[in-house]
C-alpha cells in the first residue's frame, strides 16, 4: 500500500462518519486499496479525471457511500448498478452491504475487465461485474426478474436513462438516479417515457455533501 494509505483510511473514516455511514478500519481500507488500484490503472486506461486522492474519496468513495442512506437501498436484496465505469458507485456500496448481490454493468470491456480484477482483488464475493448495455441486459439468477433496486450515476438524461434501467427493475423495484443539483426541465420532459416504462416518480432526495451537489431521483416499478 501507498505510504499515504492510512491517512487515507483515516479521512474516509472521518467523511463518513459526517455523513452519518460508519465504516469500520478494514472496510475503509479495502475502499483505499481499491483507491489506490484505479489510480494505478488509469494511468493506461482512462477510468476518472480525479487524480488527487482527497478529492477522489470525496467523489467516488463518499459519493457512491452516500446511497445507503436510502430507505431503498437498506430493503433491497438484489442491485444493478448501470454505467458502472471504474465500479462506482457498486464497489463502496457492495463493501458496505455484503448482505447484497450486486451485479455492475458497463458498455465498454476494457472498464468491466479493470472492475472485475478490482473485484478480485478485494476479494468481494457478493458483487459480479459485466460488459453489456443497460437497454439490452439480459439477466442473471439472482437477477432474472429484474433487481429490487437499479442505480445509475451520470449515466445520460433522465429520459434516455430511464430507458436503460427501468426495465431492468422488477415489480415494485426501485430505480435510484444521481443527478446535479438543477433537474426540474429534465424531469418534466422525462415524466410520460418514465410512465411508457412502467415506473412512477415518487420524490427526489437531497443527497448533497459539502461542495458536492446532488439530487437523488426516486422512481418505483408499478406495472
Do not use: W
Not at 499515504?4 to 472521518?14: F, H, P, T, V, Y
Amino acid at each position: 500500500m501507498k505510504n499515504n494509505s492510512s491517512e487515507n483510511i483515516q479521512k474516509l473514516i472521518d467523511f463518513s462518519s459526517e455523513i452519518g455511514i460508519p465504516i469500520g478500519f478494514e472496510d475503509a481500507e479495502k475502499l483505499v486499496i481499491y483507491m489506490n488500484y484505479i489510480l494505478d490503472r488509469n494511468q493506461h486506461i482512462n477510468l476518472t479525471a480525479i487524480m488527487d486522492d482527497e478529492e477522489f474519496i470525496k467523489k467516488h468513495l463518499i459519493d457512491s457511500m452516500i446511497i445507503s442512506k436510502l430507505p431503498e437501498f437498506t430493503k433491497s436484496e438484489a442491485v444493478i448498478d448501470i454505467g458502472t465505469g471504474a465500479g462506482f458507485p457498486g464497489i463502496p456500496l457492495a463493501v458496505l452491504a455484503k448482505e447484497k448481490r450486486f451485479l455492475l454493468v458497463d458498455s465498454l470491456l476494457k472498464r468491466i475487465k479493470v472492475v472485475n480484477e478490482g473485484i478480485d482483488l478485494l476479494q468481494l464475493n457478493n458483487v459480479s461485474a459485466v460488459h453489456a448495455r443497460g437497454e439490452n441486459l439480459s439477466l442473471s439468477h439472482p437477477f432474472e426478474n429484474g433487481a429490487d433496486l437499479v442505480i445509475a450515476r451520470a449515466v445520460a438524461n433522465m429520459s434516455k436513462l430511464a430507458k436503460y434501467t427501468l426495465p431492468n427493475v422488477k415489480m415494485s423495484g426501485f430505480l435510484v438516479a444521481l443527478k446535479g443539483p438543477s433537474i426540474e426541465e429534465e424531469l418534466q420532459e422525462a415524466k410520460e417515457t418514465i410512465k411508457k416504462l412502467g415506473g412512477e416518480m415518487i420524490r427526489v432526495q437531497d443527497l448533497s455533501f459539502g461542495e458536492l451537489k446532488h439530487n437523488a431521483v426516486i422512481c418505483k416499478k408499478i406495472r
